[in-house]
């Protein structure tokens, strides 16, 4: 009898144990389940982050591309087409450093959509704007070359007639200018290993380069044009060295002659083009130090640097 008691005890302790195995194999399958599909989750939630990342970060370089093609039309146009490609190049970057600092999150995503389809507005707006110009560019044209045509036909109204070719051919004429947006003016010094590096100090100044991009401009013809830089110094004096290219423009837009600091030609193919020019001669004095670019008498850039 104690015998079959004996074995009925263990029989019951053996199935106890069992069930507490069963129990502690399905707690841990279950953590492991639900770990698996957690981790899974975030793999899914990040590949999504990616992929929208780079799909808003290539609209928004296209819809700077976009932008860029209305650019050399006219001044107005030009400056509120880099004020946009301002704002649109911040905003890659904002997104840029949030996304190798692992802190980009969809809402921020989602701004940068809406601020695409403003993008979209804009460049409609833009668009419109470029045909109007287009349009009075060429009906300009058409009215001056009938001015023209009608000049040796009615001699009694040649003055008037002229005037208004005059207006005329200025409204053309200024469409010609380049508008250059930036002119950067930089202290420069050469290391040991011929490398250039910029200075804020007079003293340790060699050269100044100017640098400057022309832009766009479909109305000024194809060919050679000069580009004239005025360095001032800070004492207001322009200056110059003979041996160095420097002169004087004849006459300019205040119908008076200003000596340039050094000339530059270009080949102009009516696509934007990158001049950097370089003077070394006489400025070792602190202050600042004003940069004039001109076309054909009329200031189209302007740039300055303060040294110490």
């Not at 934007?272 to 370089?278: A, D």
Request: glycine share 6%.
């Amino acid at each position: 009898m104690e015998t079959n008691q004996n074995g009925a005890g263990m029989k019951k302790l053996f199935i106890s144990c069992m069930i507490a195995m069963l129990l502690i194999n399905g707690v841990f399958l279950y953590f492991y389940v639900t770990e698996k599909h957690d981790k899974e989750v975030v793999i899914q939630q990040k590949t999504s982050l990616e992929q929208d990342y780079k799909s808003v970060s290539d609209t928004l370089n296209a819809k700077r591309e976009d932008i860029e093609q209305l650019r050399g039309k006219n001044a107005a146009l030009d400056k509120l087409i880099t004020e946009k490609e301002s704002l649109i190049d911040q905003e890659k970057q904002e997104l840029a450093n949030q996304h190798t600092s692992n802190t980009l999150t969809m809402n921020e995503l989602d701004k940068a959509r809406k601020m695409i389809a403003q993008d979209e507005v804009t460049i409609a707006s833009l668009q419109n704007e470029v045909s109007q110009y287009k349009e009075q560019t060429h009906q300009l044209t058409a009215e001056k070359e009938k001015l023209g045509t009608d000049l040796g036909c009615e001699e009694e109204n040649t003055a008037q007639l002229t005037e208004e070719n005059t207006g005329l051919s200025k409204k053309v004429e200024t469409g010609s200018f380049l508008q250059i947006a930036k002119v950067d003016v930089e202290a420069m010094k050469k290391k040991h290993n011929g490398q250039e590096v910029p200075v804020e100090k007079a003293k340790a100044a060699e050269t100044l380069k100017v640098s400057f991009e022309t832009g766009i401009n479909k109305v000024l013809d194809p060919g050679k044009v000069s580009l004239y830089v005025r360095i001032i110094n800070p004492r207001g004096e322009t200056l110059e060295a003979t041996a160095q290219g420097s002169g004087v423009i004849p006459e300019t837009e205040n119908a008076k002659p200003v000596e340039f600091t050094k000339k530059a030609d270009i080949n102009w193919t009516q696509t934007n083009k990158k001049i950097v020019v370089y003077w070394n001669r006489n400025i070792t004095d602190p202050g600042t130090y004003r940069v004039e670019v001109y076309q054909s008498g009329h200031v189209v850039g302007k740039g300055a640097v303060r040294l110490s």
